[in-house]
């Protein structure tokens, strides 16, 4: 009996020293993995992202550095950071940040899909690409999401139809995307303008202050707001309005959030790879004062998402292919 108590003491010794190595080693895999910035291969610089869209003006059309108007943007950008240094519309050393295509809605397509799909034109609508999307990679993931459009109708259905259409709002072109449950994800907000209902995207802010933010927000401005069928004064004085609110938010003083804010394209004159265009990254998470040496395109926004969440990317050579805009990270 002895002899056995014995076994069975060095037994139970040598189980928990099992037990203790296992915890040690899964505990030693899982502080490797970063809790922000970038190590080695791996990269998770934010667990939050918000991303507004504005329209048809170029980089120099906005900042002041080279003679454009938007006071507040350039302000925004110099406090955080900007993809490139550029000194013109068309030339930008180092780095900067293309749009891809003209007119908007291709841009907007490649934005969410990793390509145009052969759509070259505004005017297209609905679900009509079947191809995989951003959705389909963030419900993969179990990412949260919510995409917003001021003024928008049918808000929560497949009848959801912003002011103007799927041209600012590609999710609307995708096959997967017209489903009951993703329909509800798509969402209208009220624009500052609008004498009807709160103003000021009450809706959308909300949500940045509610205890269960999603982890993914769209926003896309309507025709005034996003500089569209405006100046880029007006354009500005909405950031102006809309971005303090945005960074003072609970999501944003509580969480590791980003704030990406780009246009869709610059002058039909200039195209890709030569239509530079405003790109800035703000937040507790962004590098301040930084100008970004990299050379982006629509699609580092996918791969940059892609590499924040370990998606699978969406198409050869586009954002597969495409530089992740990490170096604007802590």
């Not at 995708?174 to 609008?194: A, V």
């Amino acid at each position: 009996m002895t002899s056995f108590r014995i076994w069975r003491t060095l037994l139970s010794l040598l189980l928990g020293l099992l037990i203790v190595v296992s915890v040690a080693a899964s505990t030693i895999v899982q502080t490797s993995l970063p809790a922000t910035g970038c190590i080695g291969t791996l990269c998770h610089p934010f667990d939050y992202i918000v991303t507004i869209l504005m329209e048809n003006k170029g980089y120099c059309q906005v900042m002041t550095t080279c003679g454009g108007s938007g006071t507040y943007e350039t302000s925004l950008a110099q406090s955080y950071a900007i993809a490139g240094n550029c000194s013109s519309n068309s030339s930008c050393l180092p780095g900067g940040y293309t749009a891809l295509f003209h007119p908007s809605e291709p841009n907007y397509i490649a934005l969410v899909g990793g390509s145009n799909f052969g759509i070259t034109d505004d005017g297209n609508c609905c679900y009509e690409i079947d191809q995989p999307n951003l959705i389909d990679r963030l419900q993969d993931r179990g990412v949260t999401w919510s995409a917003y459009a001021e003024g928008a109708t049918g808000s929560g259905t497949c009848r959801f139809m912003p002011p103007s259409k799927a041209n600012h709002f590609g999710f609307l072109e995708f096959k997967d995307n017209n489903e009951t449950q993703r329909c509800t994800h798509f969402l209208t907000t009220t624009p500052p303008t609008s004498p009807d209902g709160p103003a000021d995207d009450h809706e959308f802010l909300v949500e940045l202050n509610s205890t269960n933010p999603s982890h993914y927000i769209w926003l896309t401005p309507n025709n005034n707001d996003n500089g569209h069928g405006s100046d880029v004064i007006v354009g500005d004085a909405y950031l102006n309005n809309l971005v303090p609110k945005i960074l003072n938010s609970k999501l944003f003083l509580t969480q590791r959030a980003a704030l990406f804010i780009v246009y869709d394209e610059g002058p039909r004159s200039n195209v890709f790879p030569h239509d530079f265009i405003y790109a800035s990254w703000s937040g507790p998470v962004v590098k301040q004062n930084y100008t970004g040496v990299g050379s982006y395109s629509h699609y580092s926004y996918l791969a940059t998402l892609e590499k924040n969440w370990g998606f699978p990317c969406l198409v050869k050579n586009n954002d597969c292919n495409a530089s992740a805009m990490t170096e604007f990270f802590l």
